[in-house]
């Protein structure tokens, strides 16, 4: 590969089009303030680099991002682009990834509003990630191991798949299908409304209002707490460790837990069937 190493440059598309080239130690900054630097490259390795331009790496082909950093200045830093590795890398920038295919993320920090929108085959491991929205409208995601703060989490997303992580969220799942966690915490209000094929396995569930209007949902061997109003006409098969607050007008399904504070049926807009009982108890 060609070298470009310890080199400072600040105008529009400083490197556009460069191809089997190594950046190495060089800084994307300064007065000039020009955008897309490093757009429309093929087989490139950008590693031990500072970023405090807009736009740097749009339509990349093959490319590696490592050691390196991106500040807030760095707004929507990866869009459109293909076949990326990002490791040992911080992003705090806006926007960072967006309508991306084949991206592996790993050891990452990330602080990004609107991280990963309409992205496709994304994988994380061993990362940290803090956004209002994440993966809006992405498919195709593998998670493992990632620590992750925000709110609007994973909408209508499809073919996602989360291991060994600490979600802490709001409105996680909307809308989303095909969706599997597993020995996971997810923390936050009206987990997962709407959402089609989601199974959950050895989490732990914590806030109000969890798993309404579901279909096709799963819950083996979980636990809730701080569940209140919880399976609201959902389609359910629930095996619960534990005890939950109150299960509101299920919708059809199974929901069986060690204990259960209140079952509500009332004000319900369509036949709730449901089986619940509590193990060894009768309801």
């Not at 310890?6 to 089009?17: G, I, K, Q, S, W």
């Amino acid at each position: 590969m060609d070298m470009i190493e310890n080199m400072t440059y600040d105008c529009e598309r400083a490197l556009y089009n460069i191809r089997d080239t190594h950046v190495k130690g060089c800084t994307f900054a300064g007065p000039a303030d020009g955008e897309s630097v490093l757009k429309e490259t093929r087989n490139i390795v950008i590693d031990d680099c500072s970023f405090s331009l807009r736009y740097p790496i749009w339509h990349a082909k093959k490319y590696e991002l490592r050691d390196s950093k991106l500040d807030e200045k760095t707004r929507a830093a990866l869009w459109y682009s293909d076949d990326g590795i990002i490791e040992n890398t911080d992003i705090t920038g806006v926007k960072a990834l967006r309508e991306c295919r084949n991206t592996v993320i790993s050891n990452c920090r990330i602080e990004s509003v609107e991280f990963g929108w309409k992205t496709d085959n994304t994988r994380i491991s061993d990362s940290s990630i803090v956004s209002e929205y994440i993966f809006l409208d992405a498919r195709n995601i593998v998670i493992d191991h990632l620590d992750f703060k925000g709110k609007y989490s994973f909408q209508y997303v499809e073919n996602l798949v989360i291991k060994d992580s600490v979600l802490d969220t709001k409105d996680a799942f909307w809308h989303a299908k095909n969706v599997t966690v597993t020995d996971s915490v997810i923390k936050g209000e009206y987990l997962a409304w709407f959402s089609e094929g989601l199974t959950l396995i050895r989490c732990r569930i914590i806030g109000t209002q969890p798993l309404c209007y579901c279909k096709d949902l799963k819950l083996i061997d979980c636990e809730m707490q701080d569940c209140d109003l919880s399976f609201e006409y959902s389609d359910v098969e629930a095996d619960v460790i534990g005890h939950i607050d109150s299960v509101k007008n299920p919708r059809s399904g199974r929901i069986t837990a060690d204990s259960i504070g209140e079952l509500i049926y009332e004000d319900s807009i369509m036949e709730s069937k449901a089986e619940v009982t509590q193990r060894n108890k009768s309801l």
